[in-house]
């Protein structure tokens, strides 16, 4: 086996574990640090995709920005009156079902074969205008090229995501 | 090279651990972390055919998600402080109000 496909099944295995810690714990926290370990080792995955850029990406956003957002939200609000609750509802019996469906369909397009997952054409190889070949330059260009409208789509996006989350937890105010 | 079927069921497996998560958990904060599971799950994917068809889209599709994460997060997240104030629990199962 190579190093890449050692480290692949090394950060899968990581993955899944971590990302079935994180459904079973019952602490919030212990929750909140095995998504931790479930980020980085996609972060992991990432890397032996080539996808560099995106692995930086993943480990500055997810696991800097949104778990820490996280992790600031649970300590903002009693931990201890929500450990003592019950944590799970009484609805595996659906849970199971929908489990098994789910991965017996998704297996199922996956076994039948890496023909029918040949979708296209292979695309033309990325626009390197520069002649660039590094990932960050390669996904810098294609994202302020050729997807230059939906780049400003998504900071509106992030913008109506700002005033809705601060017009959601602001105080009323004694004008109001 | 790892074979891209590899990729997809691991995609697989992650998105329906988080579809079991948001199923099974009572706790508002833990159905968050799981659709952030769901989220990670599509990326792998898309990063994985991204790779094999030689083609950065893939790469900035998963930036998109990555963005759409971020807002969810954070507009989720406000929600949560908000009903905290009002309720002061994190249990959805108390959270009725347009229940029928």
């Known amino acids: 086996m190579s190093v890449e496909q050692v480290l692949f099944y090394v950060f899968a295995a990581l ?7 994180v459904i079973t714990l019952k602490n919030v926290v212990h929750s909140a640090v095995a998504l931790a370990a479930t980020l980085l080792s996609v972060a992991g995955i990432f890397l032996t995709l080539h996808a560099e850029f995106l692995a930086g990406v993943q480990v500055i956003v997810y696991v800097g920005g949104i778990l820490v957002l996280f992790i600031f939200v649970i300590m903002l609000i009693a931990i201890e009156k929500s450990i003592i609750e019950r944590q799970f509802n009484r609805q595996w019996a659906v849970a199971l079902i929908t489990a098994v469906l789910l991965m ?8 039948r074969g890496p023909d029918s997952l040949v979708l296209a054409e292979p695309l033309p190889a990325s626009p390197s205008v520069l002649g660039v070949t590094g990932n960050s330059q390669l996904v810098g260009e294609t994202l302020y090229g050729q997807y230059l409208l939906p780049f400003e789509i998504a900071s509106i996006l992030l913008l109506v995501a700002i005033v809705g989350s601060v017009a959601l937890s602001k105080k009323k105010t004694q004008a109001e | 090279m790892v074979p891209i079927h590899h990729y997809l069921i691991l995609g697989a497996a992650l998105f329906t651990i988080g579809v079991v998560g948001v ?8 159905i968050l972390m799981s659709i952030e599971l769901m989220m990670n799950a599509v990326n792998i994917n898309l990063i994985a055919f991204s790779d094999r068809l030689g083609h950065v889209a893939g790469q900035v599709f998963a930036i998109f998600v990555i963005t759409v994460a971020a807002a969810e997060a954070a507009v989720g997240l406000g929600i949560v402080i908000a009903m905290f104030k009002n309720k002061e629990t994190m249990n959805i199962n108390e959270i009725d109000l347009m229940k029928w």
């Open chain 2, 23 to 30: 199923l099974t958990r009572r706790n508002i904060m833990v």
């Open chain 1, 15 to 21: 993955a899944v574990i971590s990302a079935l810690s």
């Open chain 1, 104 to 111: 017996g369909e998704l297996g199922f397009v996956v076994w």
